[in-house]
């Protein structure tokens, strides 16, 4: 049996450029770098479960 991958939201930390993948992507393809990206996978209810961004995550900072 195989396990199957679950894709995850991950944004990238210089950008903002957000991409649903399995892993983050080596290279943002927003602004070219190689960066940090961040899990802003929802995982509450609240936001509609996996298969959305959580929108805690993409507002937290300086805002
Ligand atoms: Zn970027």
Do not use: H
């Not at 943002?28 to 995550?57: H, R, W």
Request: with cysteine.
């Amino acid at each position: 049996m195989k396990k199957r991958k679950t894709e995850r939201w991950w944004k990238c930390s210089l950008c903002g450029y957000t991409v649903q993948l399995t892993e983050p992507p080596e290279q943002c393809p927003g602004c070219k770098q190689t960066c940090a990206f961040t899990d802003v996978t929802c995982y509450t209810p609240e936001c509609g479960g996996s298969g959305n961004i959580d929108p805690k995550l993409m507002g937290g900072g300086n805002t």
